[in-house]
């Protein structure tokens, strides 16, 4: 082997962090990682996971190590880093596993793959749990793999460590486990003494498992979980998936022309001629891609089931991200192999457009993540004594964080939903009515980004004006009083009204 095939691993890890830390701190954070944030900092460890039950809908893993993480302070970069670091680990252990599957060409493939993957360098500089579920499923796998190979008591404290670190980490990572067992299951000839000790492995894991399992019980339950906004699922829904895994957020099927379409279904045509070409060798990653998706696919579907809920969202299914690349990588080399031009004319129909969708965020304005931040430095910097802040509650916890001015949180208005505070729906909109009359000057920034099972950029920031007229808060304050200053910031449109003026309108009641 040439000196620079030894090199190219490690470069690709070096791109892999160089893409992810590029930028880190030059956008605000979002409002779910402010919600990380706030997490993070609750007073004690214990009133943190009282959050996190109430809340259900994660473990408390991740939060658990970014609150050791931010104790040096929260900002912005700072706040990014662990999941940058997460994310370059995840190279080089796809690195590993494709190399121990498929040989070094598949590999460094994969790894070229992920580190350059749009999807994944744009969840790597969100401070969210999903680039540490990510790792976690492919260190999981790697150690699976080397017991098929060899049971070493190593590889087994590693597999057992990364398994329920990631059991705790997402409620994703029981279905990657599942994965493993029915490839155990089907493969029981081959690895007899390593499904038995599996087993074994399995009842060590639930047990370490069962603490957060029978609080969520014994609380209520996952059905009351905080994900009612999800929309429910459609049969086809993991093709579009694994298109979106490819293609990334930028890459939306209807853009630059139709290059991402074709890269996107080449891609796809590629991972189902390696699933059937190497059946026999990829099965585990075929049922590591498939079988979340599925599951989670079929419990989302619109069905008149009682105190069901939809959990269908393309990032928390990121833990089948790496076994779609290592297919992919699969394929253009034995592709490559074969047929030598076909195989190369595929792998530049499926990598161009991937680079292509990888630097538009780079590029682009359009595609900046919400900023939250600009809005509260506007707010903050024009606010007048006596102005009023009126806001949804479910955006409340980004003023606290962006350090809104003392008198426009002492004085905030909250739009509360009816189900959250047990009032009626006329008490809860009687309320925030009254304060908004009082008032002289009312701020008001409505979060216009649109609930979005596939994370496409080029839908998420369309239409910020029409998306804020569709807000009923909004339509109740245009009816009465006429906006002196509209603003448009990446996710947010902020009106200032003045009630106390001349500019209320007529109406009828």
């Given amino acids: 082997m040439k000196w620079w095939e030894r090199l190219l691993p490690l470069g690709t890890v070096g791109l892999a962090f160089v893409l992810r830390v590029w930028g880190l701190g030059t956008q605000g954070l979002w409002a779910d990682e402010i919600a990380t944030v706030m997490f993070a900092e609750r007073p004690t460890v214990p009133d943190q996971l009282k959050w996190l039950l109430n809340a259900r809908n994660q473990p408390p893993g991740y939060h658990l190590t970014m609150r050791a993480w931010l104790w040096p302070g929260h900002q912005e970069f700072w706040v990014r880093v662990p999941s940058v670091l997460w994310a370059t680990l995840a190279v080089a252990v796809i690195y590993a596993l494709g190399r121990r599957m498929a040989g070094r060409r ?59 670190a990631a059991m705790w980490t997402n409620f994703s990572a029981p279905f990657v486990i599942l994965a493993q067992m029915v490839y155990l299951v089907f493969t029981r000839r081959r690895y007899m003494k390593l499904v038995q000790h599996w087993f074994v492995c399995m009842v060590a894991m639930g047990l370490a498992f069962s603490p957060w399992a029978i609080a969520i019980f014994l609380n209520g339950g996952l059905h009351k979980a905080g994900i009612w906004w999800i929309p429910p699922a459609r049969p086809f829904e993991p093709l579009v998936t694994w298109y979106s895994f490819v293609m990334g957020p930028a890459g939306a099927p209807d853009a630059f022309y139709g290059l991402f379409l074709v890269g996107g279904l080449t891609a796809l045509a590629l991972l189902f001629y390696a ?166 000057r009312v701020w008001f920034p409505v979060y216009v980004v649109p609930i979005q099972t596939h994370l496409w950029l080029e839908h998420r920031y369309a239409d910020p004006v029409g998306r804020a007229m569709e807000d009923e808060a909004k339509q109740w304050m245009d009816a009465r009083y006429q906006p002196v200053e509209e603003h448009e910031f990446t996710g947010i449109y902020l009106s200032l009204y003045e009630p106390g003026a001349n500019s209320q309108r007529e109406h009828t009641r």
Avoid at 123 to 145: D, G, I, W
Avoid at 399 to 420: E, F, G, Q
């Fill in 106 to 164: 598949v590999g460094a493939l994969a790894a070229f793959l992920l580190a350059t993957s749009p999807l994944h360098v744009w969840h790597s500089q969100n401070a969210r749990m999903y680039p540490m579920l990510v790792t976690l499923a492919l260190l999981s796998n790697l150690f699976l793999v080397r017991l098929a190979k060899r049971e070493r008591w190593c590889d087994w404290l590693g597999y057992f460590v990364c398994s329920v």
């Fill in 275 to 440: 699933a059937w070409a190497t059946r026999r060798e990829s099965a585990l990653l075929t049922l590591w891609l498939a079988l979340p998706a599925i599951m989670v696919m079929l419990i989302s579907l619109d069905l008149p089931i009682p105190q069901k809920r939809s959990a269908y969202l393309d990032r928390f299914l990121l833990a089948t991200l790496p076994p779609l690349l290592l297919l992919i990588a699969w394929g253009m080399v034995r592709l490559v192999q074969h047929r030598r031009r076909l195989g190369e004319l595929v792998c530049t129909l499926v990598c161009v457009p991937m680079l292509v969708s990888l630097a538009r965020p780079y590029l682009d304005t359009r595609f900046r993540r919400d900023d939250w931040r600009g809005v509260l430095e506007y707010i903050n910097a024009h606010a007048k004594p006596g102005d009023r802040l009126l806001m949804h509650a479910g955006d409340v916890h980004v003023l606290y964080y962006y350090r809104a001015r003392k008198d426009l949180l002492d004085t905030l208005v909250m739009i509360d939903a009816p189900s959250s505070t047990g009032k009626s729906n006329a008490d809860a909109e009687s309320g925030w009515h009254t304060e908004t009359q009082k008032a002289s």
